[in-house]
T-cell receptor
Framework: QKEVEQNSGPLSVPEGAIASLNCTYS??????FFWYRQYSGKSPELIMS????GDKEDGRFTAQLNKASQYVSLLIRDSQPSDSATYLC????????????FGSGTRLLVRP | DGGITQSPKYLFRKEGQNVTLSCEQN?????MYWYRQDPGQGLRLIYY???????QKGDIAEGYSVSREKKESFPLTVTSAQKNPTAFYLC?????????????FGNGTRLTVT
């Protein structure tokens, strides 16, 4: 079983729609969760972090965390073509190493 | 400006040669990491270092070596023992300690071995 799982996509949404990206993880003790955006050929850039159950909003982005279900999601409201990228879910391990484990990413395509 | 500098951006080598990728940071971060990314894949951890003169293997350390002689620098050597070295290599750093500290990435080095 993979430690962090994401649907590879592509997820295709029309401009202005809500894009919903999902991620599950296996380390029940994990406390820190991150969403990175990666454009083709570029390095990942941090868009959201979340540590507590519930929702966390930042502009058009909302991260949702459910530790009981070991599930974290990212919602992008009013999607723009510039949001087209691969979104990587990352989970910090609960051991003392605090390694960051990445999912394989979901490719999002926003159609004009 | 504070950040992480990886060099070179593109690197071409012949099979059988060792090659060293540079990573320097001026963020005063204690922890540094090397990840590898293959096309259409996520990031896989090669090595990480939480403090100077100490480093640990990640999930795919075979065929790679690192050193951490200075806080600012964490070079990665891809040896001839690495069976499939062609990939995008990403260096990252973070504040050590707080579990909620994110990773900051350099711009990456794309290595092609023929």
């Amino acid at each position: 079983q993979k430690e962090v799982e994401q649907n590879s996509g592509p997820l295709s949404v029309p401009e202005g729609a809500i894009a919903s990206l999902n991620c599950t993880y296996s380390d029940r003790g994990s406390q820190s969760f991150f969403w990175y955006r990666q454009y083709s050929g570029k390095s990942p850039e941090l868009i959201m972090s979340i540590y507590s159950n519930g929702d966390k909003e930042d502009g058009r982005f909302t991260a949702q965390l459910n530790k009981a279900s070991q599930y974290v999601s990212l919602l992008i409201r009013d999607s723009q073509p510039s949001d087209s990228a691969t979104y990587l879910c990352a989970v910090k391990t609960s051991d003392s190493s605090y390694k960051l484990i990445f999912g394989s990413g979901t490719r999002l395509l926003v159609r004009p | 400006d504070g950040g992480i500098t990886q060099s070179p951006k593109y690197l071409f080598r012949k099979e059988g040669q060792n090659v060293t990728l540079s990573c320097e940071q001026n963020l005063n971060h204690d922890a540094m990491y090397w990840y590898r990314q293959d096309p259409g894949q996520g990031l896989r951890l090669i090595y990480y270092s939480q403090i100077v003169n100490d480093f640990q293997k990640g999930d795919i350390a075979e065929g790679y070596s690192v050193s951490r002689e200075k806080k600012e620098s964490f070079p990665l050597t891809v040896t001839s023992a690495q069976k499939n070295p062609t990939a995008f290599y990403l260096c990252a750093s973070s504040i050590q300690g707080p579990p909620n500290s994110p990773l900051h990435f350099g711009n990456g080095t794309r290595l092609t071995v023929t």
